[in-house]
Nanobody, 128 residues
């Protein structure tokens, strides 16, 4: 059982920055993938970023990003704290959404259907 709690959302003007945090508790393994998804009003939930920490033998920070956030968002992980972060810079109004933290016990992907645990989300609103 894994529990996820997001924080750090809020209201920011276009061009500003926010850092989201996701604190995980429960049985967390280094091979799990941690990711961020977002859902804008009236739209489907979509992939934002993910980080893979280990393949069970080698430790690394392998990251993946949606094209829409490359160069602006950075995902990172503090394994000692079981916390994943999403640093969001140069925010745009189209980034407005509820952001969700998620964990995939398997290989990790951009497909939210493959993730096993989800937080309740944190609202990010970017004004123009």
């Amino acid at each position: 059982q894994v529990q996820l709690v997001e924080s750090g959302g809020g209201l920011v003007q276009a061009g500003g920055s926010l850092r989201l945090s996701c604190a995980a508790s429960g049985r967390i393994f280094s091979t799990y993938t941690m990711g961020w998804f977002r859902q804008a009003p009236g739209k489907e939930r979509v992939f934002v970023a993910a980080i893979k920490w280990s393949d069970g033998r080698t430790y690394y920070d392998r990251t993946y990003y949606a094209d829409s956030v490359k160069g602006r968002f950075t995902i990172s992980r503090d394994n000692a704290k079981n916390t994943v972060y999403l640093q969001m810079n140069s925010l745009k109004p189209e980034d407005t959404a509820v952001y969700y933290c998620a964990v995939d016990r398997a290989y990790g992907s951009r497909n939210g259907d493959e993730y096993d645990y989800w937080g309740q989300g944190t609202q990010v609103t970017v004004s123009s």
